[in-house]
């Protein structure tokens, strides 16, 4: 992500990586007025975009160099070509007198240097790739990662506190704020709507009470709410981690314990 991702903060602190489900542009320097969540730290975070002028991220940007060394075919989609560094990627890849193809509608600097070029638009271009390589498109699906945790009161045996957690679904590592809202429904009422981060609660096993807990999320996709339903709270895991697959098509959730089933 060599400009940035505009769901992603970090903390210049500690190095901490927070996502979110929405956009997180902050100030002209960068702040976005959040803070680390760790105790330690709490560092005044910041947003991953890199505004015109401003250097790339020397990670990503040599991580880009790396595989355009090691490529035999380059596919450029919908860039200028104009803007350095970032045309230094192609430009390696010409000069290790690989192919490069370019999908514009207008003519870029490296036109003649290409292999071919393409002037048309990418989702086109990319529909042509597919069907020549005779691979289907899949449906676009929705991935979220939930992480659930029930740990027991050390001052009352009966009494449990659940924490609902948000996670990457490529990095178990960084936190991922994903819901606008979780209600705690016992026994068909509801006992209890959070509002804010951490989403965490507590509960008492005497009465042995069915129990929903009710995921609303921000809804850009126009995301359903999701239950998780218990017959009681002894049926909680201590430690459970699962995804949530959404077709925004179908407007269904679908639970899987791995990413890609």
Same mark, same amino acid.
């Given at each position: 992500? #060599?400009?940035?991702? &505009? ?11 927070? *996502? ?8 002209? /320097? ?16 910041? $947003? ?24 035999? %075919?380059?596919? !450029? +989609?919908?860039?200028?070509?104009? !803007?350095?560094?970032?045309?230094? @990627? ?9 192919? %490069?193809?370019?999908?514009? #509608? ?5 036109? /003649? ?12 271009? &990319?529909?042509?790739? &597919? ?5 289907? @498109?899949?449906?676009?699906? #929705? ?41 705690? @429904? !016992?026994?068909?009422? !509801?006992?209890?709507? #959070? ?15 069915? @129990?929903?807990?009710? *995921? ?10 999701? $239950? +998780?339903?218990?017959?009681? *709270? ?28």
């Amino acid at each position: 992500e #060599l400009h940035g991702n &505009m769901n992603l903060e970090k903390c210049p602190k500690c190095d901490a990586k927070y *996502l979110r489900d929405y956009d997180t542009e902050g100030n002209r /320097k960068h702040y976005t007025g959040r803070r680390c969540d760790k105790p330690s730290c709490r560092g005044r975070l910041k $947003d991953s975009i890199i505004n015109f002028g401003e250097d790339l991220p020397e990670d990503e940007l040599n991580k880009a160099l790396d595989h355009a060394g090691k490529a035999d %075919l380059c596919l !450029v +989609l919908g860039s200028s070509l104009s !803007v350095t560094p970032a045309t230094d @990627i192609p430009e390696r890849v010409v000069e290790n007198k690989q192919k %490069l193809v370019i999908g514009n #509608l207008q003519r870029t600097p490296f036109h /003649k240097n290409a292999t071919l070029n393409i002037h048309a638009f990418s989702d086109v271009i &990319m529909q042509g790739v &597919m069907q020549r390589l005779n691979i289907p @498109i899949p449906p676009w699906i #929705l991935r979220r990662r939930v992480h659930i945790t029930c740990s027991q009161d050390l001052n009352n045996e009966n009494q449990k506190r659940i924490l609902i957690e948000g996670r990457d679904p490529n990095n178990p590592d960084i936190p991922f704020t994903l819901f606008d809202n979780i209600e705690i @429904i !016992v026994n068909q009422k !509801v006992i209890q709507k #959070l509002i804010h981060q951490p989403f965490a609660f507590d509960l008492s096993d005497c009465d042995q009470q069915s @129990i929903t807990i009710r *995921l609303h999320f921000f809804g850009h996709y126009n995301e359903i709410p999701f $239950d +998780l339903t218990y017959a009681n *709270l002894s049926n909680i895991s201590n430690n459970e981690q699962f995804y949530l697959l959404y077709n925004p098509i179908e407007g269904q959730w679908r639970k899987v314990t791995g990413s890609d089933e």
